[in-house]
């Protein structure tokens, strides 16, 4: 009988609870062996590949989360990964000493903490730390009260995961900006990543018989996870698909004229990379087109698209769409 499926919320959570827990820090294989949400599906002296893919991409999740997940190498067997000790610094997590909250505040953040029914520390979290101690690892209670801060993600992303651990084809529904309808689309899945905190599958579009990358948000639909295996092909996909978003946002850049002051200011300026003009306009970068102006559209008068055309274009659509919408005419309500 296979391993009943962690979520992927809880398995995170056990791992920050674990992490915090120990002050020496774990080894991947501690981890894996050790931490719900990865033991039931951990095989001493076997093939843990697809286990470690998935620690790879939640060690990135932390890591975004604001978490501070540290290494540390062996200083007895320097340059060997097997031997890297992951680590979450207690004292690096603990919020300051300096900031309190008001009565008001405290009932909000209790409210909160409910959604975790038990608590800080659940059944599966206890039985962890207990056995970090059998490996003889000193544990020292995790921080009880840590409200968890994990997002949510798009509903495709689990099926995905599914289907990258089982090394099997992947079907779904792609609706690109502009088409009217989702294409039927055929994958092998390579990799899933996140670029500016977005989540996309990287893989090989049968149909197209060509690397793809796809954005979950576009996914209609619950994926189909298939029992066709494929031959994986060789390197680091994840890498390579980073590496292609990365060359995208490098060479698409908007001008845009912002309203000092404003959220869209706020936001806009501080978009990593954004830089100013002489003239006080925003050079900002991005990676796709519809999802730029989605947002500039949102921000309505306070933005003005100076270039590219293509941007303009795309962003007074969804302004005269909206104005339609609402019964506009002319400009005018």
Known sequence: MSPQKVPVEERLFSLVLTLVATESGLTKNEILSSVQGYN?????????????????????DIRELGIPLETVAD?????????????????AYDLPGDITFSPEEMALLRLAATVWREGSLSADSRRAI???????VEADDPVVGFAPRIRTREAAFEPF???????????????????????????????LVQF????????HDRGADAPRTFLLARVI???????IPFARRGGDHAARALDELQD???????ELEVAPGTDAWVSLSKREDTRRTDDDHLLVHYSDTALL???????GPEVRVVAPPRLVDAVRQRLLTTLATHGGEDGRD
């Open 40 to 60: 039931s599906r951990y095989r001493s002296g076997g093939d843990n590949s697809a286990l470690e893919r998935q620690f790879e991409r939640d060690k990135d």
């Open 248 to 254: 995208i946002w490098d060479r698409n850049l908007a």
């Open 130 to 136: 207990m056995k970090l101690r059998t490996l003889g």
């Open 161 to 191: 995961e599914v289907a990258l651990e089982r090394n099997v084809v992947v079907n779904f529904d792609y609706l690109k900006p502009g088409e009217r309808e989702p294409t039927k689309r055929v994958v092998e899945p390579l990799a």
């Open 221 to 227: 639909g619950t994926p189909r996870v298939t029992q």
């Open 293 to 299: 102006a989605d947002e500039l559209a949102g921000y």
């Open 75 to 91: 200083p007895g067997d320097p340059g060997n990964n097997q031997s890297l000790r992951y680590r979450i610094p207690k004292a």
């Open 196 to 203: 500016h905190g977005r989540w996309l599958l990287h893989g």
